[in-house]
């Protein structure tokens, strides 16, 4: 019913002031935006937005709260009525590689979101899912201006029937370890796997349960009837807490500055101890000069921590997947 009016939308455009917006939404969804206003929103990032006093803020950010969930419910009705016959596990790690945010940024840029985004801050380890984020924005401006089959036409007709192969997303395994190990070097963090528990279950079978540290902070732990399961399932919930959770990923941005600043003193105090000593080098104690084969040189060994972006306990590092 909401596509019938497009016609009527079409005869309108040349009279609207907002008409080059309207036909670069058009060229994304297929149908045309009734309300601009939260288009326009969905397409602000917080980094140009302006608040004003005891108004909510104007950029992105709640649009994206509502546009994930939107996501999510629309994903999980199109797998539930495709995939009769599969497990619940099937439909949710299919729902899961269907809405992760290396997905989202894809999209984004082949639709061409990425270009109608506003923003005044450069692509960097905080912003890097901008388009990502832009897209679950989009839904929530969908779902408020044409509702939820609106929504639903959009995944159903112009994603998956155009962009995504259901299929193949489908079929795709998943590394979680793998990608999470690729971000950690990719932001130079030092990552670990953590063994943390060991114990037998039911008729005897061992399980293991993993906890993932980044930066020395504790992230989530996974749990797996071997190592390599519960390393696996310690990543994948580190992965959407990551995705999630804005402060923890700032919290381990700033650890990592933190051990940076804490090895850079550590060096220069151990390159003063080495040039005071030498300083001394051939002096008795009451200042006269010794003989070269009376003075003795202790070595100082100066410990740097390095930058291991490889898992403790991590075994033979799995490949990359494409995301």
């Known amino acids: 019913m909401f596509l019938s009016s497009n016609f009527i939308d079409r ?25 601009t206003k939260y288009y326009k929103q969905a397409l ?6 302006h608040r004003r006093k005891g108004e909510a803020p ?26 009769k ?20 940024n894809k999209l984004s840029v082949e639709m061409g979101l990425d270009t109608l985004i506003r923003s005044n801050s450069k692509p960097n380890a905080h912003n ?4 990502g984020n832009a897209f679950e924005a989009l839904m929530g401006a ?17 994603v998956l029937g155009q962009l995504i ?6 079929a ?15 932001h130079r963090l030092k990552l670990e796997f953590k063994l943390v528990d060991q114990r037998l279950e039911n008729r005897n079978s061992p399980t293991f349960i993993t906890r993932v540290i980044l930066e020395g902070l504790d992230g989530e732990t996974g749990k797996g009837y071997s190592k390599k399961e519960s390393h696996q399932m310690a990543a994948k919930a580190t992965l959407k807490t990551l995705k999630e959770d804005k402060d923890w990923r700032e919290a381990i941005f700033a650890a990592k500055e933190r051990h940076l600043q804490e090895e850079k003193a550590a060096a220069n105090a151990a390159d003063t101890n080495i040039d005071a000593e030498g300083e001394t080098d051939g002096l008795t104690t009451d200042g006269n000069i010794t003989a070269a084969s009376d003075v003795i040189v202790t070595p100082i060994e100066v410990t740097t921590v390095a930058q291991n972006t490889t898992p403790i306990d991590a075994g033979s590092t799995p490949t990359t997947p494409e995301s």
């Open 165 to 170: 192969s259901l299929e193949k997303v489908a």
């Open 58 to 83: 104007e950029h992105n950010e709640r649009l994206e709260y509502l546009g994930d969930a939107v996501l999510e419910s629309i994903v999980s009705d199109i797998l539930y009525r495709r995939y």
């Open 142 to 158: 969908i779902y408020l201006d044409r509702g939820y089959d609106a929504c639903m036409h959009f995944i159903r007709n112009r």
């Open 44 to 49: 602000l990032h917080k980094s140009s937005a």
């Open 11 to 35: 005869i309108k455009l040349p009279f609207r002031k907002d008409r080059e917006l309207c036909a670069s939404i058009y060229s994304i969804l297929g149908f045309y935006p009734h309300h």
């Open 172 to 186: 795709k395994e998943v590394n979680f370890k793998s990608k999470l190990i690729e971000w950690a070097q990719k």
């Open 128 to 131: 890097s899912y901008m388009g």
């Open 85 to 104: 016959h599969e497990s619940e596990g099937f439909l949710t790690n299919t729902r899961s590689k269907l809405v992760q945010r290396d997905t989202l």
